[in-house]
């Protein structure tokens, strides 16, 4: 695994000019091109605030900004995630010609979905000024919770890059699980007051994103330290990390062979 490590930093370039080229092609068959990279998570915000806000009459004052920051993030992850069932296989043609970690292609969608909350966070700056969102020096700790994000992410990915090789269908089941973590997740909703207190500890444990998504909110709107349970998540990133690059170096060499 160490080697594996060594060898996608030796071939970072490679990977910097994947990321380049991945993010022009998804984007010069859009109108809008990279505007959309703002458009979207905007649009999107702002269905679920009519939807739940206006119709449903949830939420309280800061709800758009403590919704937009849990939408930021999962859409990291999931984007990651769906660009990684196709990553290995979408890219015969320069596996075949050029040797290189093949690791660095489900690296670079995550790498992508970076980039795409950059974008939306830079339209969440101003409405934490309009929404009166708590600045202390606990935002001083959205570094660590993006990199705990960053290191899950990446375990996950690699192993559903490498499922996603083998199994045709993966497309369609991840698609499944996550509208099922969307609802399972506190984005709309904040597990304080949704979760009844006897169920809190099994419902953070049982869904390690929880603690993360609450952890967003609490540095980045309310001014005050990361959930408890966000050591948690910490934990479940760093094994969802080492399982998954084991697994990706163990079959790395079958990876190729089966394309």
Known sequence: MIEQLKNIWQRRELLWYIVKLQMKAEKKNKVLGFAWSFLDPLLLLLVYIVLVHYIFGRGGPQFPVLLFIALLSWRWFTSSLSRSVTSVTSKVGLIQSVRFPLAVLPLSGIIIGFFDWLFGFAILLP?????EASFTANILWLPLLLLIQFVG???????VAVVGTYLSDLGNIIQFLIRLGFYLSPILYSVEGMVPERLTMLYMLGNPFAGLMESYKSVVIRGAPPNEYALWGAAVAVIAFLAGLWYFSRDEYKLVKSI
């Open 153 to 159: 992410t990446v375990g996950a990915c690699l192993l």
């Open 127 to 131: 409405m934490l000024f309009i929404f």
